[in-house]
């Protein structure tokens, strides 16, 4: 290109598109709004509506609730109770559409497009890039509720319904299978992976494909407020813009602090558990404050040195952990359930997932539409994440490995951890699991095969290296976000951010506890499904503008 | 003495290496060396391009308009970079392997309390690099 063009382009601010992609035309800079220069000794680049306004929300919630720690606890009880009830057809309705739209794209020619434009090379390789993408989405969870789920739903589909003045007063999902063990098996796991599969990657794919394509390939800043783009046109770099930027703050910082809640109780628990550490509030902040000065030293690292490695780590741990469970476990039954669950769940997962007229509300209120409040909140984190580590590949080769790859993997870790523990209560008469709270099947479960106390440790170190990569690259997504899009701003605001996620952390489990944490998820997981829902229009409205690969 | 200066470069903040660039160009008058401008990019749109190609770009018509500039024979390099914050310094050392530089001139700023903890790029090049580095501090 000629120097004479490039001024031309300089002047008008527009560039012409470089390559095979539809870069949309916009006066806007990235970086325009943004405060930047020397502050208080500290180098810094931020957006200065979207940061103040977020961080000083924020510190505002975090000093009430640590202020008011025994009043909070009731309000926060009561919104999440209300929210549940109120809300689950639209969180369950929402997800169905996400999935829907993230399948049904891998099927048409629209799914040629390359992330990137048509010349664009991937920046990882296939399992810097898997494994990121699988230590983003699940974390935790998976480690919290890989065996008290499935136990759960078990259970509650043996006992059977129950009924009191019209309304289901069990927690068994759809007509339960009273008394009828094998049956109930089959449902418990295919409820459990219908939390854990098509649904939470659907509405990942969703987020993490509108903003790479509106990234990559439209030339917009890497903020959820691009892709309202094809709706709100150049007033989505106003005060609506704006709002949309805070609302994802808001939602990624509560649905991390959700995740990291629940690995603190954990690793907390299991200390106790194994090594009799006192667990209470105490060793729960130690912890958190610990395993946020290890996340301070990744985000420093960066993306590559930091996060992916941390990343792989996990996955290799976290892929130890599952062999020997598959392998000191019942092998046989383990695989064979692989199928059979999977076969359950896909005759399930139509009634499952329907939002309207269920009759098992607990199951679907407190169960489903959390699960899905919680993804959606969190969604931006994860789906930001995967945008910015997978340009270079196809929109199908991207939904494959966001949607079917992680499914199955999920799919055989319940399998694995679950199907063991029911296969304990069940087959060894090792009740002690069912007994056990929660946060302690885990390692009761991994206690009865052999070598536990290894096993467990690694349990336990696992969760922190979790909340690790989750911490981390939650902070370069805020970050980005409140930096208008910039992914190169000094580092010590990605420092700040990590700090104030451990704090959430820190202010909900003390101020309310797992109910403090569930009732933020959902209220901040409201209004982002109708973001996200329009994402979906923009979606296919920028794919339909974008030239094709053959 | 020297035969090829390796120059990392800001696009977004050309006013604040204003002197790097004065000092690389006399260096290299002197010298009769290269000039070869550094930058790293990410792959998301920034405030100079919106894509790295368009980056490019950028870069080499700078390299070349600094070029006439000055004289002398200038090349750009542009590397791509999913967190430029962070890869910065690993990047501007296997750049001067890369390019056979013998000199790197980069601007940085005055030394403070907070280089204990997070030390500049100019530092971490200096300790990891045996070419010879000349960091250029703000008038």
């Given at each position: 290109m000629s120097d004479e063009k490039l001024d031309e382009q300089n002047s008008t601010g527009v560039p012409a598109p470089e390559g095979p992609s539809g870069l949309i035309d916009t006066d806007y800079v990235i970086g325009q709004d943004n405060i930047a220069g020397n502050r208080f000794g500290l180098e810094v680049d931020l957006h200065g509506k979207v940061f103040t306004f977020s961080g000083l929300i924020i510190l505002a919630f975090v000093i009430i609730t640590l202020a008011l720690q025994n009043e909070v606890g009731p309000v926060f009880e009561s919104t999440r109770v209300w929210l549940t009830e109120n809300l689950a057809w639209f969180f369950l309705g929402g997800a169905n559409i996400f999935v829907l739209v993230a399948l049904g794209l891998?099927?048409?020619?629209?799914?040629?497009v390359r992330l990137g434009g048509a010349h664009a090379t991937p920046d990882f390789t296939y399992a810097g890039w898997f494994a990121m993408l699988f230590a983003a989405g699940m974390g935790i969870g998976l480690m919290y509720f890989g065996v008290s789920e499935p136990l759960s739903h078990f259970g509650t589909s043996m006992g059977g319904t129950s009924m009191e003045g019209g309304a289901r007063t069990d927690w068994a999902p759809l007509g339960a299978a009273a008394g009828d063990q094998d049956a109930a098996i089959s449902l418990g796991m295919a409820a459990t992976i219908f939390h854990w599969g098509l649904h939470p990657w659907g509405i990942y794919a969703v987020v993490a494909l509108s903003l790479a394509l509106f990234s990559?390939?439209?030339?917009?800043?890497?903020?959820?407020?691009?892709?309202?783009y094809p709706v709100l046109g150049e007033r989505v770099w106003g005060w609506p813009g704006h709002v949309i930027d805070v609302i994802a703050v808001f939602a990624t910082l509560f649905g991390l602090a959700t995740s990291l809640g629940l690995g603190a109780q954990q690793a907390t628990v299991g200390l106790g558990y194994l090594f009799g550490v006192p667990s209470g509030d105490t060793t729960m902040v130690l912890l958190i404050i610990g395993i946020t000065i290890i996340a301070l030293g990744s985000v420093t690292l960066g993306?590559?040195?930091g996060v992916q490695r941390l990343s792989q780590l996990n996955m290799g741990l976290a892929g130890l952990l599952l062999l020997f469970v598959i392998l000191a476990g019942p092998t046989l039954l383990i695989a064979t359930g692989f199928f059979e669950y999977l076969l359950s769940y896909a005759k399930n997962v139509l009634p499952l997932s329907n939002?309207?007229?269920?009759?098992d509300t607990n199951f679907s209120q407190g169960w489903t539409s959390f699960y899905w409040a919680w993804w959606i909140s969190w969604s931006p984190f994860v789906g930001m994440f995967i945008a910015r580590v997978s340009r270079g590949r196809t929109v199908r080769e991207f939904l494959i490995a966001v949607l079917v790859i992680p499914t199955v993997i999920s799919v055989l870790w319940m399998t694995a951890l679950g199907g063991t523990a029911i296969d304990q209560v069940v087959n060894k008469g090792l009740d002690s699991v069912s007994a056990a709270s929660g946060d302690v099947q885990l390692f009761e479960m991994l206690s009865n095969l052999p070598l536990g106390l290894i096993t467990s440790s690694l349990a336990i170190f696992l969760v922190i290296v979790f909340f690790v990569t989750s911490s981390d690259s939650g902070s370069l997504v805020i970050d980005a976000i409140t930096a208008g899009g910039k992914v190169d701003s000094p580092k010590p605001q990605r420092m700040f951010w990590a700090i104030i996620e451990g704090a959430i952390a820190i202010a909900l489990l003390l101020g309310g506890g797992l109910s403090a944490l569930q009732a933020m998820a959902l209220s901040a997981g409201f209004p982002l499904t109708l973001v996200l829902l329009v994402a979906c229009y923009s979606i296919i409205k920028g794919l339909m503008s974008e030239p094709r690969a053959a | 003495m020297f035969n090829k200066i390796l120059v990392p470069v800001d696009l977004a903040h050309i006013d604040a290496i204003q002197r790097a660039l004065s000092t690389s160009a006399d260096l290299a008058r002197h010298y009769e060396a290269e000039v070869c401008y550094l930058a790293v990019t990410t792959s998301t749109p920034g405030t100079v391009a919106r894509t790295p190609e368009e980056y490019q770009h950028k870069l080499e018509a700078f390299a070349s308009g600094q070029g006439e500039v000055h004289g002398q024979s200038t090349s750009a390099r542009c590397i791509n970079s999913p967190d430029p914050t962070a890869d910065l310094d690993d990047v501007i050392l296997k750049s001067i392997e890369a390019v056979g530089a013998d000199l790197v001139v980069m601007a940085t700023h005055l030394p403070r309390h907070l280089d204990a903890v997070m030390p500049s790029h100019g530092d971490r090049i200096a300790s990891h690099t045996d070419v010879s580095v000349f960091l250029v501090r703000p008038a």
């Open positions: 891998i099927f048409t020619p629209l799914a040629n990559f390939n439209k030339g917009l800043p890497l903020t959820m407020r691009s892709v309202f993306v590559d040195k939002p309207i007229g269920r009759e | -």
